[in-house]
């Protein structure tokens, strides 16, 4: 009978001609779709918000450019004797080499108001404006800008271009604006600071990045490194091993940082210290949520590999 009187009350016959009834027979069923991917979602937040930046320095402003790749080469000495009155060529040259260097900032007109210039504060100069300038406008001044850049100020250097390219750029630059005449002894100042009528030899130069990877790589070939890779090989069963492998993004990296460089001297500054930037320290934030034993094998396994480096360092 009880059985009967449930019919009658849900009659879907009904149900299906009035969404509205049906609807609340199938909300309960969206509450409980939507906390199983909150749920989902808050299980898999750790890897979600894994964060993998290689170990390491990292530099919280993030101004410094490092110095790009560059291949040296011999630069050419100058005809001083040319640099008072410039031919025709030489400043077509300099059109050329300003279109394709500077116009992006300085514009057309060198009113500094190239597209790439405007976000720049200061503002590229405008070399029509007489005042105001950082190095000046002399002969040496432009050579020195151009020599040196004023990095600080967003102008690039431009050593790269050989003395006499830079030369002519700047015999255009003058042909965009009104300068002060160049004088001879100007010219033998500049001769004097720069060598242009020696010509130069100019290293290859390599980012300091680069470098560093490199001397590394040549680390690894080192005798002590053979012996902490050793040392990892024989001992990756280890439970301090395996928690490394487990909660480090690069653990040889971790590994080779802890033994060329210190580690703290007690478990608890240990953990204080890499809960705070788990991340510089080449470990993934999930090594947070690690119990104290567990912190204690991997604090132990790290002491071990950089006490091995004094003792193959004693050696
Ligand atoms: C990325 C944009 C940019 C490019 C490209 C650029 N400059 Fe500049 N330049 C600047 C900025 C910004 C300043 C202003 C620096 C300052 O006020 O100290 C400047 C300043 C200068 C000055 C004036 C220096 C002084 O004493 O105040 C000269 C000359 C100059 N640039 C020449 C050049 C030449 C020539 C080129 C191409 C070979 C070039 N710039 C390419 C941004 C640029």
Not at 28 to 37: D, E, H, S
Not at 172 to 196: C, G, H, K, N
Request: charged residues 25%.
């Amino acid at each position: 009978m009880n059985r009967k009187k449930v019919e009658d009350e849900i009659n879907f016959k009904e149900l299906l001609s009035n969404p509205l009834r049906l609807f609340a027979i199938v909300y309960p069923y969206f509450f409980i779709v939507i906390i199983l991917i909150g749920i989902f979602y808050v299980k898999n937040l750790d890897s979600i918000s894994y964060n993998t930046i290689p170990v390491s320095y990292i530099d919280s402003l993030n101004v410094e450019r490092d110095i790009p790749l560059k291949k040296g080469g011999i630069m050419p000495a100058v005809d001083l004797s040319k640099i008072k009155s410039p031919d025709q060529t030489i400043i077509d040259k300099g059109k050329e080499l300003y279109d394709a260097n500077c116009l992006s900032c300085h514009g057309a007109q060198g009113m500094g108001d190239g597209p790439a210039g405007v976000a720049l504060n200061p503002k590229p100069r405008n070399f029509q404006e007489e005042t105001g300038w950082t190095n000046g406008r002399n002969f040496q001044d432009l050579y020195k800008t151009l020599q040196e850049g004023i990095i600080k100020n967003g102008m690039a250097a431009y050593e790269y271009l050989s003395p006499a390219d830079r030369i002519s750029i700047i015999h255009y630059m003058r042909t965009l604006a009104e300068y002060p005449e160049i004088t001879e002894e100007q010219i033998s100042e500049v001769d004097l600071a720069y060598r242009l009528s020696e010509g130069t030899n100019v290293p290859n130069q390599i980012p300091v990045k680069k470098s560093e990877s490199l001397i590394i790589k040549e680390f690894k070939n080192s005798e002590s490194q053979a012996g902490l890779f050793n040392y990892l090989e024989k001992t990756s069963e280890l439970p301090g091993a395996r928690l490394l492998k487990e909660y480090s993004f690069d653990p040889a990296a971790v590994a080779q940082s802890t033994f060329y460089g210190e580690i703290e001297s007690t478990t608890d500054d240990f953990i204080k210290s890499v809960s705070l930037a788990p991340n510089e320290r080449g470990f993934n934030s999930s090594i947070i949520s690690l119990d104290k034993s567990n912190w204690q094998n991997l604090f132990t396994y790290l002491r071990q590999i950089a006490n091995l480096n004094k003792q193959i360092d004693a050696k």
